[in-house]
């Protein structure tokens, strides 16, 4: 398993000499075992400072056990820890929001402001291999184009996952194998809720015929995402060439793209991510109209051009 | 249901008119509803001609019993039917290949020279929506790149899929509704196991979260396949360009496209779809050496080019 982690850090540079790494801590066994690698190959990393950082989401009632928890463990590793709380299941609910997604921005935003006032570089996350192929199930099942299908990168920004290229097997086995302790997390809501079924319902029955699911997942993807770059480029290039003032585009620059491109320019322009709708006002290349984009704006033919407007 | 035939045959104009088509008819649920639809479309489909085309794999105990089935059903409705039979398993066992391969294989000859001899222009195979989704995942699974995930097409040389939009629930619906009789194949081996546990075990799943998920599938498709369709024009453009005389490649022209149109190149030109191999080779395009492609085949990079080679 540790080969992996250097080996994803030789291929991909993941985190550069000398860097401060505030690593997102659940106490779970995977963000145990990010911990614990990241220690063994300290030298190997040539870190300059490691700090863990544990959100308190105060959902279960475990919640408060699990901040102990990260406490000691910090505390027996000699490693400085930040802790954050927040009643989220009270912030959903106010916000009339989906519990998941605001547990995760609620975390994400502690661990941002964290890692600003205490001048880290970098945060790093325990995200593995298993959790990409989940990652990636789960954006295909909901109707995702190509980027769904890439899931996530070993790197995003200022979060870096040095057990990208590990699956859950090989953490859990390093876990027991170094005799490591770490919290059970049952929680079991929303889109966890689905996350699970995918890990314990969909993906062992894929295993049954490709024990290196994982792998395989991987390549995958790599293919993807490098196809995914020539597209992308393709559609920049159209956008650049097709924006006018004021935001509005060009259509008769956007028509003469093929179509796949076309739909790309629409959704890096408009923002919107629904298939049919960015069909919809793809239809507006052609002729006419307007289409309602939700949020308050809609895409509106004028003459020459493809606009967005505020409605009311 | 019916609906989704027409709107297929109108979007993509799969069968042209005054087509005679050869209905590969196995008497199970979806070919019994497949002729249904073609009786009751005849006029829209102003076809010249339908006939059936059954073969028996001699593989189970039903066998016999299907073809009767199968014989009887088209003298109720009166249409001339083809038969054929062949002993599959024992052609599998002799051959060493692999049970459900062979019988694709043997069932597909059979239906191409009925074709050819009786002078029908296209075959009509029953495949539907579901099945693309179970395609898709198993291509994802076993590992491939997009076009694994693109499944197959509504027409494909001569063979056209008119319930390519219909779902399996829709198809079961339409069966009882009308009360159309069929038999049930209750084969379980090799890849056909693998697709049983996808179908019976992941795809419940899958709906729980998503109950259009076949649909959703065909827009992914859609997207991806325009996609798809915009590199390969690319790499087609690059194989041209670097194909000298003797079927070599100029290394230095595949070597200034991007890596994802590099990998699109050399698997055209070497017919390699292992994605690991192909990246072997594609190093062959930066230093020598060579690379065993199996089927008595190598790649070799002599001076500025890249060949495939016999080898003893």
Redesign the interface.
């Known amino acids: 398993m540790i080969r992996k982690v250097i080996r994803l850090q030789k291929e991909e540079g993941i985190i550069p000499e000398g860097s401060s790494l505030l690593i997102a801590f659940s106490g779970g066994v995977d963000s145990v075992v990010l911990v614990d690698v990241i220690l063994e190959l300290k030298d190997f990393f040539r870190l300059k400072r490691i700090a863990l950082a544990h959100f308190n989401h105060m959902i279960r009632d475990e919640a408060f056990r699990d901040e102990w928890f990260c406490k000691r463990f910090a505390k027996e590793r000699g490693l400085e820890i930040f802790t954050g709380r927040e009643d989220v299941r009270s912030r959903a609910r106010e916000e009339k929001r989906n519990l998941e997604e605001t547990a995760r921005d609620l975390r994400y935003a502690f661990l941002r402001r964290t890692k600003e006032e205490q001048n880290f570089d970098l945060i790093a996350t325990a995200h593995h291999l298993s959790d990409l192929v989940e990652t990636t199930?789960i954006w295909?099942?909901?109707?995702?184009?190509?980027e769904g299908?890439l899931g996530f990168d070993p790197k995003e920004g200022d979060v870096v996952r040095p057990l990208y290229r590990v699956s859950k097997e090989e953490i859990t086995e390093y876990a027991k194998a170094k005799g490591l302790r770490w919290v059970e997390d049952k929680t079991n809501y929303d889109l966890r809720f689905?996350r699970n079924?995918?890990r314990h319902?969909?993906v062992p029955?894929?295993k049954?015929?490709?024990r290196n699911?994982e792998e395989?997942f991987f390549?995958?993807r790599r293919?993807?995402k490098?196809?995914d770059?020539?597209?992308r480029s393709?559609a920049e290039r159209v956008l650049v060439e097709a924006r006018v003032e004021g935001g509005c585009l060009t259509a008769e620059v956007v028509r003469k793209a093929?179509?796949?491109?076309q739909?790309r320019v629409i959704r890096e322009w408009s923002g919107v991510r629904n298939?049919?709708k960015i069909d919809q006002i793809r239809c507006l290349l052609f002729r006419g109209g307007e289409v309602i984009l939700g949020n308050g704006l809609k895409a509106v033919r004028k003459g020459p051009l493809l606009c967005l407007k505020k409605f009311s």
Chains 1, 2 share one sequence.
């Not at 295909?140 to 190509?146: E, F, L, Q, S, T």
């Not at 093929?258 to 491109?261: L, M, Q």
């Open positions: 199930l295909m099942v909901r109707g995702a184009g190509i299908l689905f079924r995918i319902r969909v029955v894929l049954e015929v490709n699911l395989t390549r995958m293919i993807l490098d196809e770059e020539i597209l393709m093929p179509v796949a491109i739909r298939l049919s």
